[in-house]
């Protein structure tokens, strides 16, 4: 069973950066594709960005150029690198995992999910 925990959200004024981090255990990390999905109020889950098993990494167009997802396979711990965050980046961030070598932006395809971390953007 994997169990995701993560951390780093906060409040920051627009175009502040923050990062995320989400970290992983219970699986063979190597063998995850995982992601960060957000959800603001009234609105539903919504992809922010992917990275393969094999490292490939994908975004929703609203973070491209803004937003960088990466991991650490011997910590075991995916990050977001946030910057020049604006007002509707302001949500509940979650970190998901699914045991596949590719994931997608569709977070009704993830298995495993953390609590979240709220990031607003003020």
């Known amino acids: 069973h994997v169990q995701l925990v993560e951390s780093g959200g906060g409040s920051v004024q627009a175009g502040g950066s923050l990062r995320l981090s989400c970290a992983a255990s219970?699986?063979?990390?190597?063998?995850?594709?995982m992601g960060w999905f957000r959800q603001a109020p009234g609105k539903e889950r919504e992809g922010v960005a992917t990275i393969d098993s094999d490292g490939s990494a994908s975004y929703a167009d609203s973070v491209k150029g803004r937003f960088t997802i990466s991991k650490d396979n011997a910590k075991n711990t995916l990050y977001l690198q946030m910057n020049s965050l604006k007002p509707e980046d302001t949500a509940m961030y979650y970190c998901?995992?699914?045991?596949?070598?590719?994931?997608?932006?569709?977070?009704?395809?993830?298995?495993?999910w953390g609590q979240g971390t709220q990031v607003t953007v003020s």
């Open positions: 219970g699986y063979t990390y190597g063998t995850l594709s």
């Open positions: 998901a995992a699914v045991r596949s070598s590719r994931g997608r932006l569709r977070p009704w395809e993830y298995e495993y």
